[in-house]
């Protein structure tokens, strides 16, 4: 139905929205049997297969330590005083974040940027887990456990680790239904302590020669984003979180028509994510 494919549209943006936050799995094309006596058609499909399976060998790189293939435009990385201005912002009351979505505790604003067609979403809600849980949900290599809140995701690995805690990452989502091809990201990840408690999570799109566009995918692009998880003051059991990010998701799907689908998926998202922390 009509609503159907809404909702799948749906889980295939806000998985584009979630990214690579915690893409570190490498995962391979299933092989295929063919019976005796295949089909042109079987035949092709099979080829079709092998050559995949054998183009995602050539994309998994397994570079360590600081240094690595050139080519890529490595966006620079925030000083401290720019990471405090980009939080600052991000958790402001300021005007030109409009209130879109409210339910059971949690808000999603919305803000236009000027020279953009794709609109910067911010959602915020206290989560009855610690602030150990809701990390170890953007530090999960576990692909059943990152579904639980990004049911759509596909995989993901490590491109290039730069330090300790800035890396270059790939993630796949699923189609979410016929026509609509699959989205991938290739986004710079940091971890960043917060001065007065915390720690936040920063996206940015780049490129990387060892994840070129790929046919069939469309590259989608987290512009910027952030995930930031804080205490609850006087508790041990509760986390702020707040997440911003803009993305541009590709394809020829108006920027009109992802921005609402973006913004009305973020609510479900906190929920996804504040019910992982708890549940496990």
Same mark, same amino acid.
């Given at each position: 139905?009509?609503?159907?494919?809404?909702?799948?549209?749906?889980?295939?943006?806000?998985?584009?929205?979630?990214?690579? *936050?915690? *893409?570190?799995?490498?995962?391979?094309?299933?092989?295929?049997?063919?019976?005796?006596?295949?089909?042109?058609?079987? &035949?092709?499909?099979?080829?079709?297969?092998?050559?995949?399976?054998?183009? *995602?060998?050539?994309?998994?790189?397994?570079?360590?330590?600081?240094?690595?293939?050139?080519?890529?435009?490595?966006?620079?990385?925030?000083?401290?005083?720019?990471?405090?201005?980009?939080?600052?912002?991000?958790?402001?009351?300021?005007?030109?974040?409009?209130?879109?979505?409210?339910?059971?505790?949690?808000?999603?604003?919305?803000?236009?940027?000027?020279?953009?067609?794709?609109?910067?979403?911010?959602?915020?809600?206290?989560?009855?887990?610690?602030?150990?849980?809701?990390?170890?949900?953007?530090?999960?290599?576990?692909?059943?456990?990152?579904?639980?809140?990004?049911?759509?995701?596909?995989?993901?690995?490590?491109?290039?680790?730069?330090?300790?805690?800035?890396?270059?990452?790939?993630?796949?989502?699923?189609?979410?239904?016929?026509?609509?091809?699959?989205?991938?990201?290739?986004?710079?990840?940091?971890?960043?302590?917060?001065?007065?408690?915390?720690?936040?999570?920063? %996206?940015?799109?780049?490129?990387?020669?060892?994840?070129?566009?790929?046919?069939?995918?469309?590259?989608?692009?987290?512009?910027?984003?952030?995930?930031?998880? %804080?205490?609850?003051?006087?508790? &041990?059991?509760?986390?702020?979180?707040?997440?911003?990010?803009?993305?541009?998701?590709?394809?020829?799907?108006?920027?009109?028509?992802?921005?609402?689908?973006?913004?009305?998926?973020?609510?479900?998202?906190? %929920?996804?994510?504040?019910?992982?922390?708890?549940?496990?």
């Amino acid at each position: 139905t009509g609503r159907q494919r809404q909702m799948r549209l749906e889980q295939l943006i806000i998985a584009v929205l979630v990214g690579t *936050a915690a *893409a570190r799995l490498v995962t391979k094309p299933p092989s295929r049997d063919v019976q005796h006596g295949p089909s042109p058609l079987a &035949a092709l499909l099979l080829a079709r297969e092998r050559l995949r399976a054998t183009l *995602a060998k050539i994309q998994v790189p397994h570079w360590h330590g600081v240094g690595g293939p050139s080519g890529s435009t490595r966006p620079l990385m925030r000083n401290p005083h720019e990471v405090e201005n980009f939080i600052a912002d991000a958790t402001s009351g300021a005007r030109s974040w409009v209130p879109a979505v409210q339910r059971k505790g949690f808000t999603v604003w919305r803000r236009k940027l000027p020279n953009s067609p794709h609109v910067y979403v911010r959602g915020h809600g206290v989560f009855e887990a610690p602030p150990s849980s809701v990390i170890a949900l953007f530090e999960s290599s576990d692909a059943d456990f990152i579904r639980k809140y990004n049911p759509m995701y596909d995989s993901g690995w490590d491109l290039e680790r730069y330090d300790a805690t800035t890396k270059a990452a790939y993630g796949k989502v699923r189609a979410a239904f016929p026509g609509v091809r699959p989205r991938d990201t290739v986004s710079l990840i940091s971890r960043r302590s917060v001065r007065g408690g915390g720690v936040a999570f920063f %996206q940015d799109a780049m490129v990387h020669p060892a994840a070129p566009p790929l046919r069939g995918i469309v590259r989608a692009k987290i512009l910027r984003g952030m995930f930031l998880i %804080q205490a609850v003051p006087g508790s &041990a059991t509760r986390a702020n979180f707040t997440f911003c990010q803009q993305v541009d998701a590709g394809g020829v799907i108006p920027a009109w028509v992802m921005n609402r689908l973006i913004t009305g998926e973020a609510i479900s998202f906190l %929920q996804r994510l504040e019910r992982t922390a708890r549940c496990g």
